[in-house]
């Protein structure tokens, strides 16, 4: 199995939390440093989150960066609704007494990358505001990376932000295009890869995948969430890294609840890490993409020319589907496995 190195930016978040686990669970994965940027809650608040799950994880020393605070040119928002007030839903994690990096996170990044030509995958699960910052700070970073894969995006399918456009886009879309104009003129097979809402909205996690991933990691009495627990109920779940994580996504179910899409939670974040670490797992077309910073209706909306209209050459892969019983059998597997490990 060989090792694939990582840099993980992330704006933490339920489903970058699973994202997150699911990386640490994966043992042909390295991540080498984890960028913390704003988006579904301030960079402070996702750099504690980041720590504090790799302190529940028992996980090794891996460096964590704070981001920006804000996006390139609009003002932060953030979404606690989704969320909730830290970011991790219903769970409070325990202070893991773990220290940030000296570094900012566009600097990291622009360092590791620098320091190993060609052998790190970055995956952005958030805005793309310290990726931008980062190709700001050394120009040669889509060169030096080896792959990218970025969850943003919705193509043919209606936004979750607007109508049109997608949260990680939207948040930072000035940020967004200079990624991806940055990112042109690669060839094949280093194109970056994007996962957006047309695919990961398939990826619909149920109370009875959380209820089997507590049985894989051994954790009793069996995990049963369910629409009728009230806000105040929490997880009594043996097993730590399944309490805290229960009570994560309970939140994220009961959000997509309130909004008419049934008890279920869409796991946008962990499809795109497994496409990172598998980018078979999902189909892809070339598309040239180009985002909108003006309209007034829709700011922030990806666009993509399938066919040549722009006279562009391709510069991403979009993932257009995949096998969501595949995703998830593979999450409960690693991530059970590893959270009995862990205890
Ligand atoms: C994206 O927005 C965020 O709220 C999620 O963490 C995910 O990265 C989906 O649009
Ligand atoms: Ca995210």
């Not at 799950?53 to 804000?70: K, Q, R, T």
């Not at 995006?153 to 109508?163: D, E, K, Q």
């Not at 009495?221 to 627990?229: R, V």
């Not at 496409?275 to 829709?298: F, K, S, Y």
Request: net charge negative; aromatic share 6%; charged share 20%.
């Amino acid at each position: 199995m060989s090792t694939r190195r990582l840099i993980v930016d992330v704006d933490t978040g339920i489903d970058d939390s699973l994202a997150l686990l699911y990386l640490l669970a994966s043992p042909e994965a390295e991540i080498v440093g984890i960028a913390s940027t704003s988006g579904n809650v301030p960079s402070a608040q996702v750099a504690a989150n980041n720590l504090n799950w790799l302190g529940v994880c028992d996980a090794p020393d891996i460096e964590v960066a704070l981001g920006a605070h804000a996006p390139l040119v609009a003002p932060l928002r953030t979404t606690e609704d989704t969320h909730g007030p830290q970011g991790v839903g219903y769970a409070v994690l325990p202070d893991a007494g773990r220290v940030l990096s000296g570094r900012n996170a566009a600097t990291m990044w622009a360092e590791l990358v620098r320091a190993r030509p060609g052998e790190i995958t970055g995956l952005v699960t958030g805005p793309l505001t310290n990726l931008a910052l980062a190709i700001r700070e050394e120009p040669e970073l889509p060169r030096l990376l080896r792959r990218l894969v970025v969850m943003g995006g919705a193509f043919n399918h209606p936004g979750n932000t607007t109508p049109t456009a997608e949260w990680n886009v939207s948040v930072d879309p000035e940020a967004a295009k200079e990624v991806f104009d940055a990112f042109s003129g690669l060839p094949e097979g280093r194109r970056p890869v994007l996962c957006g809402l047309d695919v990961t909205e398939t990826i619909e996690m149920k109370p009875h995948h959380v209820r089997r991933l507590a049985r894989e990691a051994g954790s009793t009495p069996a995990e049963i969430i369910s629409p009728d627990d009230g806000p105040e109920v929490r997880s009594t779940a043996s097993n730590q890294v399944i309490r805290h994580m229960s009570d994560a996504i309970r939140f994220y179910m009961d959000f997509h609840r309130t909004h008419d899409q049934g008890f279920l939670a869409h796991m946008h974040d962990p499809f795109a890490a497994a496409v990172a670490l598998n980018p078979g797992l999902a189909r892809t077309r070339p598309a040239t993409v180009d985002v909108e910073l003006h309209g007034r209706l829709t700011r922030g909306t990806t666009v993509a020319d399938w066919v040549g209209h722009w006279n562009r050459d391709p510069n991403v892969d979009i993932a257009v589907s995949t096998d969501p019983v595949v995703f998830f059998d593979d999450l409960i597997d690693r991530v059970g496995r590893f959270a009995k490990s862990v205890g």
